[in-house]
């Protein structure tokens, strides 16, 4: 998981790049379509084709919109925002996820991590300011909303990993986000320049990486445990910013991210708490073995 964030931010930076000169939905397109060839290439190489093949069409359709819009309004907020600011934003998704692994997955979250959500939900108003400016922006609002798309899409991938193999669901996903953004873009595109191919091949080649590290992470962990380690892309973020664009975080930014990382920790040392105590009498579920 932390590979997969590592590479996301190094994508978020290209993505950043390239919105500068292209409408956020065709940026959207180049990051689904430029990373296909590395999985079909890591598919020939170490896998089957045959891994490809999707027992569960519908659902991959339905991750392929959620796709489309969670980059998206990511894409035009990382425009209007820096990337720390959106990544702050963004931190309530693993926050999220760990709720929702409750109804969805049916998964047991102890009441000392439904604190650590709250806390760590606070963390997440004290960076955006008591009165909530931060949200009120456009960027803002786009960050909060892709937040919710990604929580929402990360579940689904437990539930899909119960049929389908990790190729076949970032495959299907890219195919689908690829698809739908292409076809929506269609009328509006933006000519590709030449001076801007090592933008598309780092899209591509990190959103691949990104993709499927953290696919494996949601297959083979409980979402509870893998969620919290996505706080530590608000430290690439913070270092890009630096480094890129000069920008430095408030006080305010850190203090409320400290919660945030602190809330996150807790939740990783209670589930393992759980999953020790549980170990020796829970046999190995079939879902977490890779296929």
């Not at 659902?59 to 702050?88: E, P």
């Not at 850190?254 to 602190?262: T, Y």
């Amino acid at each position: 998981m932390t590979v997969a964030v590592a590479a996301f931010a190094v994508m978020d930076v290209t993505m950043k790049r390239l919105v500068e000169s292209y409408p956020p939905l065709q940026v959207t397109f180049l990051r689904a379509t430029a990373s296909l060839p590395f999985l079909l290439i890591a598919t020939t190489f170490f896998g089957r084709f045959s891994d490809l093949i999707p027992k569960r069409i519908g659902l991959h359709l339905m991750r392929g919109f959620l796709g489309v819009i969670m980059l998206w309004l990511f894409v035009f907020a990382v425009r209007t925002l820096s990337l720390a600011d959106a990544y702050t934003i963004y931190m309530s998704a693993p926050l999220l996820i760990t709720a929702l692994s409750v109804p969805i997955l049916r998964e047991h979250v102890g009441w000392r991590r439904w604190v650590a959500i709250v806390v760590g939900l606070i963390g997440v108003v004290i960076v955006l300011k008591p009165t909530g400016t931060g949200l009120i922006t456009i960027g803002g609002i786009a960050a909060l909303a892709s937040a919710i798309c990604y929580a929402i899409s990360a579940i689904t991938i437990k539930v899909l990993s119960r049929t389908d193999s990790g190729p076949a669901t970032i495959f299907w996903t890219l195919s689908f986000i690829s698809i739908i953004s292409g076809a929506m873009v269609a009328f509006d595109w933006t000519p590709l320049r030449w001076e801007h191919w090592y933008l598309f091949f780092g899209v591509g080649l990190f959103g691949a990486i990104g993709q499927h590290f953290i696919t494996q992470a949601f297959r083979l962990a409980s979402p509870a445990v893998v969620a919290p380690i996505e706080y530590t892309a608000l430290m690439w973020g913070m270092l890009f910013d630096w480094i890129l664009w000069l920008t430095v975080p408030s006080s305010r930014m850190l203090g409320g991210a400290a919660i945030i990382v602190a809330s996150g920790l807790y939740i990783i040392y209670r589930e393992r708490l759980t999953m020790s105590a549980t170990k020796p009498a829970t046999a190995p579920s079939p879902d977490t073995v890779s296929p």
